[in-house]
């Protein structure tokens, strides 16, 4: 398990979705750190 998302976004690729169910004014950050994670794979 993982604490945190930032632990999360460190590790490489787990899934081929991430789903991001958020508070609204949490989930940009979130959502923009593992678009470039997932894009540049």
Not at 1 to 21: D, T
Not at 23 to 40: C, K
Request: aromatic share 12%; net charge neutral; glycine share 0%.
């Amino acid at each position: 398990m993982f604490s945190n998302w930032q632990e999360l976004a460190k590790r490489p690729k787990l899934a081929n979705v991430v789903v991001i169910v958020t508070l609204d004014n949490l989930y940009a950050e979130l959502t923009i750190a593992f678009a470039i994670l997932y894009m540049s794979l």
